[in-house]
């Protein structure tokens, strides 16, 4: 029998008694292939590479050796993954056997079926937006999450200078739509179209989250991290954070670590705000990520 928040706790003590970091959540990039070619994203502009599926599952045994416990598999778009007749649920399947909860990262163009945990479909935007970014693809992804038997697809949307005026109208939308919302703003990746936003029109965004917040739309954060985000003014603990790339390679802390420069003060993403904010034991960052990732006082 294990329990979840006393995984939780039995990090906290060996930081605060110890020193130890260990990370709790991974990003796996199995592949950086590809179907769309989004301005905003370096990943499909990279070398094409992706695992194979020993070096899957040598990866995932690594960082659940290094104390990972939620794994995100993602791209490139990880349901293109292929290798030797073995498919993307083969390596969630062996995933589900470690780790607490094993979600996928999609840009939802292909059917969505799966027995991973949680689903995030990327969706930029209304139809408009969403296809000046991301090409026009708005119509088949509405329809794929439609289509789907998951019982947990979540929408994740990075706000940028094409779609940060309809975060109302988008919100609405998606709420009606999926099981909930999560979001990032934009980071000015190297070779990317820069489409960064002003730490006004940011903030701006963040106001109107709070508001769609309190109106009962199914937004994945807590007002800690939304009002942090207005000045990037949290503590980071990026260690809880580790990345691994289709060669294998494993970083641990921010996922920008080995991928592109770190500048902090253009800092948008909501997860590692949420994170730090749980680790500081925030009751309304902690309920988030239960939401999000399913926690239980107790699991058999």
């Known amino acids: 029998m294990r329990s979840h928040y006393l995984e939780f706790l039995k990090r906290k003590a060996e930081y605060h008694l110890l020193g130890k970091k260990r990370p709790l959540l991974a990003g796996l990039k199995i592949t950086h292939k590809c179907n769309l070619r989004c301005k905003a994203c370096p990943f499909w502009r990279k070398n094409q590479a992706q695992m194979s599926y020993g070096l899957a599952l040598e990866t995932i045994n690594r960082l659940y050796a290094e104390g990972v416990r939620l794994l995100i598999i993602e ?55 969403h296809n000046q970014n991301r090409g ?117 802390g921010c996922y920008l670590k080995g991928r592109d420069k770190i500048m902090c003060d253009k800092c948008g993403f909501a997860a590692h705000v949420e994170m730090s904010l749980a680790f500081d034991l925030t009751p309304e960052a902690i309920w988030v990520g239960r939401k999000v990732f399913g926690f239980k006082l107790l699991e058999m």
């Open 136 to 252: 026009n693809s708005f119509d088949r992804i509405i329809a794929n999450i439609k289509a789907s038997s998951h019982p947990k697809i979540l929408a994740n949307v990075t706000f940028n200078r094409l779609n940060w005026r309809e975060v109302d109208e988008l919100v609405e939308f998606l709420g009606g739509l999926v099981k909930g919302i999560t979001f990032q703003f934009y980071y000015p990746y190297t070779g990317t179209k820069d489409l960064s936003l002003t730490l006004e029109q940011r903030k701006w965004v963040l106001e109107r989250l709070l508001a769609l917040k309190k109106r009962g739309y199914p937004l994945l954060a807590s007002r800690g991290t939304i009002e942090a985000l207005k000045n990037n003014s949290w503590r980071c603990h990026d260690w809880l954070i580790a990345s691994a790339d289709p060669d294998g390679t494993i970083h641990i």
């Open 75 to 129: 791209g490139g778009e990880p349901f293109l993954w292929r290798d030797n007749g073995h498919g993307l649920e083969d390596i969630i399947r062996e995933a589900k056997k470690l780790f607490f909860c094993t979600a996928i990262v999609t840009n939802g163009t292909l059917p969505i079926e799966t027995e991973a945990d949680v689903v995030w479909v990327s969706i930029d935007g209304l139809r408009d937006s």
